[in-house]
């Protein structure tokens, strides 16, 4: 029997309580599929703060790298808010991005027809159906960009970052998204900000370039400020978005109320060579943490991934996928995805949507 070793990060807030629901999934999937699992688990964000001082411990870095894939729930939260930047719990996120080398991050936006009703758009805008997938550059930008800091202009304090992509950077991230795109529905929007920003119009030129390998797919480029206007506009007329890290950050949240909510959109983030990771794209939620109230539905669905991508297992990967929309058909819903004074509907915790998953698989 094929046996896969998987690296668990909970984190902090919400991240334990849907990280158990990922896993025990994660669990019943193996057993249906016939795989055996070994779980690691390793500290990240406020946990290891708290535990060792730093938000990334050497030790996660090690156990992430003897993995086959990664897990991660969500970092971050008030008590770490006034930490010293260089520390701070988000920093143990961006690191282990950067240590695994992973530069595309897969965010699927897609609206299961139950949810139609849960989407805050106009039914007519949603009715044909949603099926996007945002490429997010992960390791460059103005997330990495140096130098950055702080100093002092004309007397005065001031904060700067720099917006850089070197342009194999920009080549291999435009090659994900054709790839993907070949997968799917053969286009491809690349947003940028190229009217403005100088960094934006190597990133088009080289998209541009690199597309010359890739005549079977359609190729536009839309303004980042537009690209926003136009996801709520009218949303089905994208297929693959490619972008750069910050923006890619916004539209995805952006991306995830036509799904529903935030609790519902999963992710990949994947290099050349290291294992991947996969991860809810929200964050550590604390104004419901504790309170078996967060929807585990995205962290579910990115253990569909996960079997999908890093594994291989497309059968277990639809089966996840599957018993999620027997769940919503059969009416359960977190508070997130909640209709007021819809018929049938009935309101469960996290815990109790996990169980009903796995039970559906
Ligand atoms: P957030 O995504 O944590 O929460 C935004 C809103 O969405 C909140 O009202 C929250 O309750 C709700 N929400 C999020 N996930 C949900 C779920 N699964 N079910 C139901 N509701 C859900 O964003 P924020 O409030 O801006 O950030 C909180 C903390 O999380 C910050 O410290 C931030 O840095 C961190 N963060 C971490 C990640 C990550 O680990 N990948 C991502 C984003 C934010
Ligand atoms: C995300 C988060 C992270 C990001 C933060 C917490 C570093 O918002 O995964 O979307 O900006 O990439
Ligand atoms: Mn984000």
Redesign the pocket.
């Known amino acids: 029997m094929k046996n896969y070793t998987i690296c668990v990060l909970a984190?902090d807030?919400?991240g334990p309580e849907?990280m158990a629901q990922g896993i025990a999934v994660l669990r019943a999937a193996a057993d249906k599929c016939g795989f055996g699992l070994t779980l690691t688990e390793g500290l990240i964000g406020g946990a290891a703060i708290d535990a060792t001082g730093g938000p990334l411990p050497a030790e996660t870095v090690r156990l992430c790298k003897q993995a086959d894939a990664v897990m991660l729930g969500?970092?971050?939260?008030p008590k770490w808010?006034n930490i010293e930047k260089a520390i701070r719990?988000?920093r143990g996120?961006l690191g282990i991005r950067k240590e695994l080398g992973l530069f595309a991050n897969l965010r699927p936006a897609t609206i299961f027809p139950e949810l139609k009703a849960a989407c805050l758009l106009r039914p007519d805008i949603v009715e044909g159906g949603i099926d996007i997938m945002i490429v997010r550059e992960l390791t460059g930008d103005v997330y990495f960009g140096e130098p950055k800091g702080e100093k002092t202009v004309d007397g005065e304090r001031a904060g700067y970052n720099t917006m850089i992509y070197r342009e194999s950077e920009i080549r291999r991230i435009a090659r994900v998204a054709f790839e993907a795109a070949r997968k799917r529905g053969r286009k491809v929007c690349s947003v940028d900000k190229a009217n403005v920003l100088d960094v934006s119009q190597l990133w088009r030129e080289i998209v541009i370039d690199e597309h010359k390998n890739y005549p079977d797919v359609e190729l536009s480029h839309m303004y980042v400020d537009n690209a926003a206007m136009q996801l709520v506009r009218w949303p089905a007329q994208f297929d693959v978005i490619v972008t750069g890290n910050l923006f890619g950050d916004i539209l995805s949240d952006e991306a995830a109320v036509i799904t529903g909510?935030?609790?519902m959109l999963p992710s990949a983030s994947l290099g050349a060579q290291n294992p991947g990771l996969y991860?809810?794209?929200?964050?550590?939620?604390?104004?419901?943490a504790g309170q078996d109230?967060?929807?585990?539905l995205?962290t579910i669905l990115s253990v569909a991934m996960l079997l999908r991508h890093s594994f291989d297992q497309e059968q277990g990967a639809a089966m996840i996928e599957k018993a999620v929309r027997t769940v919503l058909q059969q009416g359960y819903r977190?508070?997130?995805i909640m209709q007021q004074g819809a018929q049938g509907l009935k309101l469960v915790g996290c815990r109790e949507m996990g169980k009903l998953v796995a039970a559906n698989l």
């Open positions: 984190g807030g919400i849907i969500a970092v971050g939260g808010d719990p988000e996120l909510s935030i609790g991860e809810p794209i929200h964050g550590s939620a604390p104004d419901i109230k967060a929807n585990p995205a977190t508070g997130d």
